[in-house]
């Protein structure tokens, strides 16, 4: 069935080196993804976003890539910091049941940041 | 923080019990949504509200009523609810429904017993 879902649950990083998240999509009409960070007894923070029609998007060190060819997206985060620490998610968007749209989000990824 | 607040942040309940939720966003927003987060399991979305008409109720048990009295408010109302429902719910709001950058709220902690 479509989903949404990350290829690894646990990500151990030293600090300073860079951490790439991955994230697989099943819908090719889904047109808008995000990437979510949600540190502990928080809601989920607005990272970076990206549109089908594009392929790369930079943000403050991280940068979100989109391959539509193989439903594959990554959230690359340049000289990982103890505050990185986290879970990240995934989502896209696509058409909800009442023709309008709603978001599928990944299972997430925790991220350490190893001192 | 995000300018979406939510009370309580933790709840503890039993079965026979009627408690509400709520939610309230000081963004101007239009859209508020309610997500159930469980452990190990993504984001479950359960009801959206656009201009404060509900226009999507993703399957979910008539033990969870929402009410959205205003497009800055939003409540989820709890009755005789089982302890698989305990979990982390999540209120967000939006610009409008569907295409913008949600804002999340940091959740209540519900406990069923």
């Known amino acids: 069935g479509e989903s949404v879902g990350l290829h690894l649950p646990t990500l151990s990083v030293q600090e300073g080196d860079n951490s790439i998240i991955n994230c697989a999509y099943s819908?090719?009409?889904?047109?808008?993804f995000i990437w979510y960070k949600q540190e502990s007894g928080k809601g989920p923070q607005f990272i970076i976003d990206?549109?089908?029609?594009?392929d790369k998007r930079q943000g403050q060190r991280v940068t979100v890539l989109l391959n539509k060819t193989v439903k594959h997206l990554s959230l690359q985060i340049a000289a990982t910091q103890p505050g990185d620490s986290a879970v990240y998610f995934c989502?896209?968007?696509?058409?909800?049941?009442?023709?309008?749209?709603?978001?599928?989000f990944g299972t997430g990824t925790r991220l350490k940041v190893l001192a | 923080e995000t300018g979406v607040t939510q009370t309580p942040r933790h709840l503890v309940m039993g079965m026979t019990n009627k408690k509400s939720l709520k939610c309230e966003q000081h963004?101007?927003?239009?859209?508020m949504y309610w997500y159930k987060q469980s452990a190990k399991k993504p984001l479950e979305l359960m009801f959206v509200?656009?201009?404060?008409?509900?226009?999507e109720n993703n399957s979910v048990p008539s033990r969870f009523s929402p009410e959205c009295p205003n497009s800055s408010h939003l409540f989820l109302h709890l009755h005789t609810l089982q302890p698989e429902d305990s979990a982390l719910y999540l209120c967000?709001?939006?610009?409008?429904?569907?295409?913008?950058?949600?804002?999340f709220g940091p959740g209540t902690r519900l406990t069923v017993l």
């Open positions: 967000a709001s939006s610009q409008f429904e569907g295409v913008n950058e949600q804002f």
């Open positions: 819908n090719s009409a889904s047109d808008y």
């Open positions: 990206i549109r089908s029609n594009m």
């Open positions: 989502a896209e968007n696509r058409s909800g049941t009442s023709g309008t749209y709603k978001y599928i």
């Open positions: 963004l101007g927003h239009n859209a």
């Open positions: 509200y656009n201009f404060k008409e509900q226009t």
